[in-house]
Every structure is written in C-alpha cells, then in structure tokens.
C-alpha cells in the first residue's frame, strides 16, 4: 500500500482561515481550505490513503460516506498532481 507524504520542498504558512502553501521552484502558492488543511496536518507523518480516509470517517460521523470518500479521492489526486503530496514510490 502507497503511503502519501507532504512534499518537504513547500513552505507552509497556517492562518485562521487557512493554510497556504508555496512551491518554492515556481512560486505558485496553493491555498488549503479547513478539509485540505487537515489532511495536510494529518500527513505530518505518512500515511496510507485507506487510514486518511477511515480517519475522515471517524471525525464525520454524520457525513454521508459516500461524499467523504469522493472529496478525499479528488483532493488526494489535485495535491499529488499539484506537487504537494508524494507518494512512497517517489
């Protein structure tokens, strides 16, 4: 199973309403809402997409599993294409 991990390169910045991150080698700057923000905290340490998603389950439990795992799998995919996630294979 992959594990994902924050890329090290980025340099975060966490505010009251957000978090932004910024890719250093382009200067593009990336803002995290509170769903993006958490998983980025979340990853502080590698973990597998399965165990993100049953962590998203526990904390909203009265969220439908279903848009849980939708939204997780988009924002999974965005911030791996984007270059803020890694995967163990990288």
Not at 8 to 17: A, F, I, S
Request: proline share 6%.
């Amino acid at each position: 199973m992959a594990l994902l991990r924050r890329n090290p390169d980025m340099t975060v910045t966490t505010l009251e309403d957000g978090t932004f991150v910024v890719d250093p080698s382009t200067q593009a700057i990336f803002y995290l809402d509170t769903l993006a923000g958490g998983v980025w905290t979340a990853l502080a340490e590698p973990m597998s997409a399965a165990d993100l998603e049953a962590l998203l389950l526990d904390a909203f439990p009265d969220r439908p599993r279903d848009t849980i795992i939708a939204d997780l799998t988009a924002l999974l995919r965005s911030m791996t294409e984007r270059g803020l996630l890694l995967t163990s294979s990288d």
